[in-house]
């Protein structure tokens, strides 16, 4: 249960700013939610520059919004569709909770009043594509910007001020690629991903889209939680969720873009992580290979010989075995997503320890009266690829006297 000094109800992110500025005495800026004496309200506003952390959500990026344990940010993508939209509003209203839209440019174009709701209600609107393709991961980087910009146009078009729009953008599907969010970059717009979503684009229950959504939730602490508003199971499970994620003492945190007169929420680096490193375990954190979508390919930095203790001046008097593994690392990329792809055909290779018995009992085999030989004889290549990959000793049997005892045992057995 929480009590009302640690969580702000409140109507506006202009007071949500001055109660959080004033942090230490949350209570005396706590407002209640009018007419809704239980909702969960609104905790605090957070403000974010998309340029000190352009790519956030650990689903996909190594980074995250700076929340405080058990702080939420509740996102909604696809819409607006008044029929699901407005029940979400509604919801939302009701317990004075304030999300972040993605909007689809079709959609605005098609029902601008549901921007325009969006945003006198205060919540954060951000833009997901104008058709939604999900092909971003794929597609020329032309259409991918066209696609960008057409969100952006129709989404604004349906505001009475463009300054209303956040330089947030969600990727459709979430197909992220390196060009694509380069572009989003450098104009300045943050590429929000998720830290997890509820399911509730699949054929699931709404029960189900609940459980989800707390499940994960539980298993994180908090983050930011992706989920659609034009879903009729995600109308039907939010009221749950948010009831649930009282009950649990979870916090809202609204999330809204610097500005020149508003300016970033004081953070540090660490705080964008999901979980500060543990000094107990670094090296097992690394490297991190997304769960979700292989998010970072980029080259780590390399060390720098100062790095290893080895200033120019003394580096004569260094072992040469030193030297040579700072050359070495100076050289050497981040393992490559191919490094982690099993070719065809050489399953044998990575089960070296059952290879060179496969090996002996081809040619054992080979030696067979059952025109084994003349299979092998057909196949040079995979006879040859797999001696190679065979131990030392089978392959020294293979040409050596050694293979005798095998063939002899091998005939008494075929002929008992
Ligand atoms: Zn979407």
Known sequence: ???????????????????????????????????????????RTLVVDPREHPRIGTMQYRETLPLKDHEVVLTFDDGPLPKYSNQVLKILADECIKATFFIVGRQAKANPEGVRKLVAAGHTVGTHSMNHPLTFDRMPIDKAEAEVNGGIEWTTAAMSDSSELAPFFRIPGLMRAEGIENYLISRGIQVWSADFPADDWRHVSSDRVYQLAIQRLEAKGKGVLLLHDIQARTVAALPKIIR???????????????TAERPATPTEPVEWLLHRPSESVPIARW???PNFVFAQVRTLPAPALADLNAQAAHQPLLPRRTRAEASVAATLAAPGRDLFAIPEGSLEV???????????????????????????????GRSAGHATHAAPKHAAQANGTATRPTRLASLKKRTQ
């Open 1 to 43: 249960m929480i009590g009302s000094s640690v969580v702000l109800r409140t109507r506006s992110w202009i007071v949500l700013c001055v109660g959080f500025l004033t942090v230490g005495a949350p209570s005396a800026f706590a407002t209640e939610c009018p007419g809704h004496p239980d909702a969960l309200g609104t905790s």
């Open 244 to 258: 649930d994620l009282k009950a649990r003492g979870y916090r809202i945190v609204h999330v809204v873009p610097a």
């Open 287 to 289: 490297p991190a290979v």
């Open 350 to 380: 990575l089960l070296s320890t059952t290879a060179s018995r496969r090996a002996a009992t081809r040619l054992a085999a080979a030696a067979t009266p059952h025109g084994s030989r003349g299979k092998a004889a057909r196949m040079p």
